[in-house]
T-cell receptor, first 116, second 115 residues
């Protein structure tokens, strides 16, 4: 396994711009999660996919946020009309539901977003 | 809804000393419990997990944690700290019986190891 990768690692954008992040999970992992981590806080759940289906969204995920996982492989998280409050680390994690290790989520290094 | 409280946002120990990081949880159903470690500029790495088998759980790098239902606690310990243990540690809970396995994290404890 090459691990979960995320791109870009850092993104600086101006308020009002749109940004898109990508997550590549461990190959064959059918579950993919997005979390957001702000300074001094633990990660907070945003949404998750099982294969290509988005099964749950947190109330933290406003209408400006959209996530996709076409074909059940990589996932993208888009934020439209960014606000300064969106500045955070966005973490992606994946797991293999069908194994005895369904509880084990493997995290990527994150994308740090700064909105100026 | 479940929640996690980590007592102490910053813990400092000397190299070779006992490490004790505290975690208390709240859950309306029996929980799954986890400890993750985060090194600077890296993602979270799973240290250990409790899934209702043994209450004393051993993880990687010499860490272990004990599930105490009566105290709703899941404290992380290591007998002898090493400089490489310096990192941020997160306790997390997941709901047993659900299917999403989403994690609810505490705010984290930053561990400093002094030479």
């Amino acid at each position: 396994d090459t691990g979960v990768s995320q791109d870009p690692r850092h993104k600086i954008t101006k308020r009002g711009q749109n940004v898109t992040f990508r997550c590549d999970p461990i190959s064959e992992h059918n579950r993919l999660y997005w979390y957001r981590q702000t300074l001094g806080q633990g990660p907070e759940f945003l949404t998750y996919f099982q294969n290509e289906a988005q099964l749950e969204k947190s109330r933290l995920l406003s209408d400006r946020f959209s996530a996709e996982r076409p074909k059940g492989s990589f996932s993208t998280l888009e934020i439209q009309r960014t606000e300064q409050g969106d500045s955070a680390m966005y973490l992606c994690a994946s797991s293999l539901l069908t194994s005895g290790r369904a509880l084990e989520q493997y995290f990527g290094p994150g994308t740090r977003l700064t909105v100026t | 809804a479940q929640s996690v409280t980590q007592l102490g946002s910053h813990v400092s120990v000397s190299e070779g000393a006992l490490v004790l990081l505290r975690c208390n949880y709240s859950s309306s159903v029996p929980p799954y419990l986890f400890w993750y470690v985060q090194y600077p500029n890296q993602g979270l790495q799973l240290l250990l997990k409790y899934t209702s088998a043994a209450t004393l759980v051993k993880g990687i790098n010499g860490f272990e944690a004990e599930f105490k239902k009566s105290e709703t606690s899941f404290h992380l310990t290591k007998p002898s700290a090493h400089m490489s243990d310096a990192a941020e540690y997160f306790c997390a809970v997941s709901v047993r019986g659900g299917s999403n396995y989403k994690l609810t994290f505490g705010k984290g404890t930053l561990l400093t190891v002094n030479p």
